[in-house]
T-cell receptor
Framework: SAVISQKPSRDICQRGTSLTIQCQVDSQVTMMFWYRQQPGQSLTLIATANQGSEATYESGFVIDKFPISRPNLTFSTLTVSNMSPEDSSIYLC??????????FGSGTRLTVV | AQSVTQLGSHVSVSEGALVLLRCNYSSSVPPYLFWYVQYPNQGLQLLLKYTSAATLVKGINGFEAEFKKSETSFHLTKPSAHMSDAAEYFCAVSTGGQAGTALIFGKGTTLSVSS
């Protein structure tokens, strides 16, 4: 299975600023997935990122707030823009390297003050 | 579109008792189903997955789950609970990573184990 390096592992940010989260995979993958886990909640899919095309966002998530970059088959970034305290969550990236397997990054714990 | 429903946001059992965590799925195509566990302040750990090879799936830590198409269910069980099983459990569905579909998670069930 793939190994994902996700950075930063945690950050405390001022409201109104932006944070970019990076995910590096040790193998080429077609799709990368970004999730949000709000405190005490389940994982919610933000978007699916395919290399070479715009990300596909789930209902309730918009590109202006969560722009995603996917410059190649091993790397992606998620930016949380114009942050508010409600954006305090754990953000995770995930990939699938075969039909049945999914690998998750270790997550970015974001606190907005 | 796929979805999963986890019945019961909180389940409490005594140590040594049967653990039963319920998950029902909705999918227009044959699904792949997963159970994950998350301990406090830790990442997700895969317990087991159903990939159509066998309807009864055995996972780690003594957990197992049975895929029942007629009931659209994939309930997680463990014959005897241990204190270390206390955690958050998530059921998830996919139509296959190679198809470019992400895992869709249920809302989770908190398992408490008392001595």
């Amino acid at each position: 299975s793939a190994v994902i390096s996700q950075k930063p592992s945690r950050d405390i940010c001022q409201r109104g600023t932006s944070l970019t989260i990076q995910c590096q995979v040790d193998s080429q993958v077609t799709m990368m997935f970004w999730y949000r886990q709000q405190p005490g909640q389940s994982l919610t899919l933000i978007a699916t990122a395919n290399q070479g095309s715009e990300a596909t966002y789930e209902s309730g998530f918009v590109i202006d707030k969560f722009p995603i970059s996917r410059p190649n088959l091993t790397f992606s970034t998620l930016t949380v823009s114009n942050m508010s305290p409600e954006d305090s969550s754990i953000y995770l990236c995930s990939v699938s390297t075969d039909t049945y397997g999914y690998t998750f990054g270790s997550g970015t714990r974001l606190t907005v003050v | 579109a796929q979805s999963v429903t986890q019945l019961g946001s909180h389940v409490s059992v005594s140590e040594g008792a049967l653990v039963l965590l319920r998950c029902n799925y909705s999918s227009s195509v044959p699904p792949y189903l997963f159970w994950y566990v998350q301990y406090p302040n830790q990442g997700l750990q895969l317990l087991l997955k159903y990939t159509s090879a066998a309807t009864l799936v055995k996972g780690i830590n003594g957990f197992e789950a049975e895929f029942k198409k007629s009931e659209t269910s994939f309930h997680l069980t463990k014959p005897s609970a241990h204190m270390s099983d206390a955690a958050e459990y998530f059921c998830a569905v996919s139509t296959g990573g190679q198809a470019g579909t992400a895992l869709i998670f249920g809302k989770g069930t908190t398992l408490s184990v008392s001595s």
